[in-house]
């Protein structure tokens, strides 16, 4: 329990902080085909007989540069998206095929475990390099936060005051590759984009100031991650996986109760 708490409060915080911009910048479906890319990577590197993680890192973080470079200015739309999308899911039936008829005997859970998550079964190595994958996307982030911010709001505009915004796009989905990779042994590939989406569609709107938006996010993914962990541990029949993502949806559902009041409180100021 202390390895998941320390490597889901890491993946948390850079899961809300890339999720903001994903969600700012319209790439929700970029995290969606990042999370199945991950699958393909993972049995990619199982057939193959290496780690799983070196298949995760690796297919998330090409497949994401290759989106962004076949998009306009780092920015793929939904055809590139969807044909990578459905490409990278045949190769990932190959690589099932390959995998569970020359390895499933050696390691039969490995598969399992890359769909819906096993934070609870981390190890302290594995949650020193969760914590080390988080500290660089967060520097990433605060580094590239600005430029990041102008060019997700007017990409035009962005552009014509010199900020390279293809590049930038290219740099952001290289941090969106690698927290999906990190974050799929916390909550599984098919539940990522819950942990991505939710806490900072939440918090968009909660806040209309950017930067308390964006740490907001991080906060709330950092406390669904808490509240999942102590459920799955009081009721151990629930998956952590399912009780992180049920409480970030929670999160998102609970923002439209808070809008109305924060929108009123605004126009009587």
Known sequence: MTNAVLAG??????????GYFMVLRSQVFTGDALSHVSVT???????????????????????GIGIALLGLRGRADDIVIGSVFAWMLGLGVLFLS????????????????VLFG?????????????????????????????????ASVDE???????????????????????????ATQAVGALLLLGLLAAPAGAAIRLSAR????????????VVATWIGLAVSHAA??????????????????LSFLAVPRRRGSSASM
């Open 9 to 18: 409060t890491a993946i948390a915080v850079a899961a809300g902080l890339v």
């Open 41 to 63: 990577g993972a049995l990619a590197a199982l057939a193959f007989g290496v780690d799983a993680r070196l298949g995760l890192f690796a297919a998330t973080i090409a497949v």
């Open 98 to 113: 390959l995998y569970t008829t020359s390895r499933s005997t050696s390691n039969g859970a490995a598969g399992v475990s």
């Open 118 to 150: 096993s934070i609870l079964s981390i190890s302290s190595p594995r949650a020193y390099v969760a914590v080390a994958v988080a500290l660089a996307v967060v520097l990433g982030i605060v580094v590239m936060a600005r430029p990041l911010l102008f």
């Open 156 to 182: 035009a505009v962005a552009a014509a005051r010199g900020v390279r915004v293809g590049a930038l796009g290219v740099a952001f989905l290289v941090l969106v590759g690698a927290v999906a990779a990190e």
């Open 210 to 221: 950017p930067y308390r938006a964006l740490w907001l996010s991080a906060a709330l993914a």
């Open 236 to 253: 151990p029949r629930v998956p952590p996986s399912f009780a992180i993502v049920a409480a970030a949806s929670a999160f998102y559902a």
